[in-house]
């Protein structure tokens, strides 16, 4: 198993750069095993990541020019970014997407336009107990699965950036 590597990142950084150098098919000569095992992580963290995109797409009020809603379309891009992060790893590695991830969309939906209604409490709430399981969830994936070195870094950013979100939720609270 691979170490964690004792990195930090900068979390205000909500986009960052890729090069095409970065982009390269992975996985060759990996056990089977280890690709199943990275199959079904990037295969979780795609599906999450279009869940929380979703909730900030629809917890911004359209027009309100206030810090909350220049604070959800930051997270929504950093959360749309994650999203593409995992997608391009999925494909580098040559598997697909989960067909079925509207579904995930669906439950973004309901829970970003439910806060949403109750307002800007229930926003923050939403976003701290949604950002707090996905934390829970990157570490689990962290822990156990046994990434390459680039793909564990780009998970660890995004744990960061999370983490951040959470922190920033609160401090809003
Ligand atoms: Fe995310
Ligand atoms: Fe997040």
């Known amino acids: 198993m691979e170490e964690q590597t004792n990195v930090t990142y900068d979390v205000s950084v909500i986009r960052p750069e890729v090069n095409e150098g970065q982009i390269g098919f992975r996985g060759q000569g990996f056990p089977p095993v280890r690709l199943a095992g990275i199959r079904k992580g990037l295969l979780t963290l795609h599906t999450l990541e279009l869940m929380a995109a979703t909730i900030y797409r629809f917890q911004i009020r359209a027009g309100q020019r206030d810090d909350l809603n220049l604070r959800l379309i930051g997270a929504m891009c950093?959360?749309?970014?994650?999203y593409q992060d995992f997608q391009v790893k999925l494909a580098e590695y040559g598997f697909k997407p989960n067909c079925l991830r509207w579904a995930f969309w669906l439950v973004g939906f309901a829970l970003g336009f439910g806060s949403r209604l109750l307002g800007p409490r229930s926003i923050l709430k939403t976003g701290v107990w949604?950002?707090?399981?996905?934390?829970?969830?990157y570490a689990q994936l962290l822990a156990s699965i046994e990434w390459d070195a680039d793909t564990r870094r780009i998970i660890e950013k995004d744990q960061a950036d999370e983490a951040a979100h959470?922190?920033?939720?609160k401090q809003m609270l």
Do not use: D, F, G, Q
Not at 78 to 82: G, I, L, Q, R, S
Not at 130 to 137: I, L, Q
């Open 78 to 82: 950093n959360e749309m970014t994650h």
């Open 130 to 137: 949604v950002e707090s399981k996905a934390v829970h969830h």
């Open 166 to 169: 959470i922190a920033r939720w």
